[in-house]
């Protein structure tokens, strides 16, 4: 877990994260899962996480 926050964190990295970020928003069957998150906040995010 702790090596997953260490990817997202690093400087090196932010710029390949800030790219995926803006194509997975361009992506129509996401970008309304993405904006209620956005205006939701975490109550939002909880929704919509993934169940294994």
Known sequence: ?????????????????????????????LKHILDEIETGGPAAMMRFRWQN
């Open 1 to 29: 877990m702790s090596s997953m926050l260490e990817s997202l964190t690093s400087p090196s990295n932010k710029d390949q994260l800030e790219e995926r970020m803006a194509r997975i928003k361009e992506d129509p069957s």
